[in-house]
C-alpha cells in the first residue's frame, strides 16, 4: 500500500496524513456503489478520518500496519475482513 509511509503514516494526497499510532479503531464496509472497494474511517478521539481503501488487500494491510504500530502484531486474514 503505497499510502502508508513509514510503516507508521496514512497519507491521503491533498488532504491529510494520520499518524497510526494515534487511531483508535477503525470501521469499514463495502463499497455498495464500487465493488471491490472498501470505506474506511479512522477513528481518533471524537474524530474521525475517512479513506478509501482501492481494494481488500490494501484494507488487510492498513489494518495490520495498525495493529504493529500499536504493538499487537496480529495477523488478520481476508475472511475476516469480507465476512460473510
Known amino acids: 500500500m503505497k499510502d502508508i509511509k513509514k510503516n507508521r503514516y496514512l497519507l491521503k494526497k491533498n488532504s491529510y496524513i494520520i499518524?497510526?499510532?494515534?487511531?483508535?479503531?477503525?470501521?469499514?464496509?463495502?463499497?455498495?456503489?464500487?465493488?471491490?472497494?472498501?470505506?474506511?474511517?479512522?477513528?481518533?478521539?471524537?474524530k474521525e478520518a475517512r479513506y478509501v481503501s482501492r481494494d481488500i488487500d490494501d484494507l488487510q494491510l492498513l489494518l495490520i500496519q495498525w495493529t504493529n504500530v500499536r504493538g499487537l502484531e496480529i495477523e488478520i486474514e481476508i475472511d475476516e475482513i469480507k465476512g460473510d
Do not use: A, S
Open 19 to 46: 499518524d497510526l499510532f494515534n487511531v483508535d479503531f477503525i470501521t469499514w464496509k463495502e463499497n455498495e456503489k464500487e465493488e471491490g472497494t472498501y470505506w474506511v474511517k479512522l477513528h481518533m478521539g471524537n
